[in-house]
């Protein structure tokens, strides 16, 4: 519903303020088959694997509109093979089981990468904060239609390592 980019927004213009620290760039992120933002009109029937963002005229689409153009930032749409590389991506690399609507935020901080939205920042200076809301659990579903791999090991230590990869 737009809601989350709002109030992040909100409550960073009260830090900002408050603490005199600088404001961040606002990106958010559409899943390809409901963008409404993105496409500048409604979408009467959306459809994603990411169900928390399948909506298709979000209640804080204006407000929105406005943390992108006021931090300066973007909103874009994302594909559901990206939004489910993310998903699977976070729960390989970082042990993180989030919904596949959170994985969406990084979908698109992967692609903007791969365009090299980033590669121009001083990377010293380049902080990014992704904010994953969504559990797994909040959509159970989705990992049952994944294809896996499942590891066994004995249990014991050095067969657990060696499942891992690890010598050690």
Known sequence: NAGNITAYWKGYQEIATRQGLGLPRMMGFQAWGAAPIVLGRPVAEPK???????IGKPASWQAAVRAREESGGTIARVTDREILAAYRLLARAEGVFCEPSSAAGVAGLLRLGAEGLFKAADKAALRIVCVLTGHGLKDPETPKTLPCRWTVAAPDIRALRKALGRKR
């Open 48 to 54: 994603t694997v990411a169900t928390a963002i399948r």
